[in-house]
């Protein structure tokens, strides 16, 4: 009872933050996102009769703390549904993503996990079916069941039946590009789950963020069928504007952004007024994403890296969804 599955990371164009549901992971509102190739991670999952509990093992080194927990708390899900509650299972996983430093490395990670560990429980299920349980480990995952882009609905429904990510459009759809500016590898001061839980209880923004995101997404879906980069590219940035001005109004107020963070993004905004098309987008960390098109690459990619802070500048394409190896 083995299996081993791969999964890429996805950058939010129209961003999830906020949850209706903390147990269960229900969004306030949908989200679309792009899969990346060049970030991911491959896990390996074997149920083993003989273990009396998980075993969790992140880049060769075994895992005891709050990630085992987690991890294992979400495999409780997946033995559940296979009706397998005392079979514990191995997990190896390689993570080629900076862990907690705002590139959604639960992402890739728990669409592995459930990818192979319903594999190797032989569950039979569709990409709708495992994308609504890869939710409950982390709700991004459920997007990277998908390559290309892909919209997380948000649902209705209080047992989360109807919130699971849906395929926009696959990745050879548009050859947009996608460079990762890295500014820190450092663990976040505040999680993802801590900073919009904290947002959605007391940032006076937070409605008008949530009521901003349907116009958003019919514009947005509509310039990634054009292939309008250009609109993609405003309302993308636009998006993630709004997203951080509501951890401002928080209380207390926090940010994920660094010095840097801002250098990058005049920097975009540069290239912009020079007629060179380019538009940031930023998740919960300090690290910026910039979207472009392929004949623009060399010179986004010197300007970025001649910014003082950049440690590196990481070059992605459109992704694929889960495979299995």
């Known amino acids: 009872m083995k299996a081993t599955a791969k999964a890429h990371t996805n950058i939010a164009l129209i961003k ?8 269960i992971i229900l969004p306030t509102n949908n989200s679309l996102s792009l899969t990346l190739d060049g970030f991911y991670t491959q896990t390996t999952v074997e149920f083993k009769a003989e ?30 549904y296979a ?4 079979l514990f299972a191995e997990i190896h996983s390689i993570n080629k993503v900076p862990t907690a430093a705002g590139f959604a490395s639960s ?17 039979k299920l569709s990409e709708h079916e495992l994308s609504r349980i890869t939710r409950q480990g982390s709700g991004s995952a459920c997007r990277s069941i998908y390559g290309g882009f892909a919209e997380w609905e948000k649902g209705i429904k209080e047992d989360g039946s109807d919130s699971y990510a849906i395929p926009i459009a696959p990745k050879d759809h548009w050859d947009i590009r996608v460079a990762a500016v890295v500014l820190s590898s450092k663990m976040k001061k505040v999680s993802s789950r801590e900073g919009m839980k904290r947002t959605v209880d007391t940032s006076p923004f937070f409605k008008s963020w949530v009521d901003s995101i349907p116009s958003d997404l019919d514009a947005i879906k509509q310039g990634i069928n054009d292939r309008n980069f250009e609109m993609v590219g405003k309302i993308a940035e636009a998006n993630c504007l709004k997203m951080h001005a509501t951890t401002l109004g928080a209380t ?7 010095d840097t963070t801002v250098s990058v993004m005049q920097t975009v905004k540069q ?14 960390g300090p690290n910026v994403k910039v979207l472009y098109l392929p004949e623009n690459e060399e010179k986004i990619k010197k300007a970025l890296r001649e910014i003082p802070g950049v440690t590196d500048v990481i070059l992605s394409r459109a992704g694929q969804g889960v495979t299995y190896l």
């Open 16 to 23: 999830y933050w906020g949850k209706r549901d903390e147990s």
């Open 51 to 80: 273990l009396k509990e998980d075993v969790f093992y992140l880049d060769n080194t075994i895992v005891t703390d709050g990630q085992y927990n987690r991890v294992t708390k979400f495999l409780d899900l997946i033995r559940g």
């Open 83 to 86: 009706q397998k509650h005392t």
């Open 107 to 123: 992402a890739s990670g728990f669409a592995a996990l459930a990818a192979a560990a319903t594999k190797a429980l032989d569950l």
């Open 252 to 258: 207390p107020p926090f940010t994920y952004w660094h």
């Open 271 to 284: 290239l912009r007024e020079h007629g060179v098309p380019a538009y940031f987008t930023i998740d919960a």
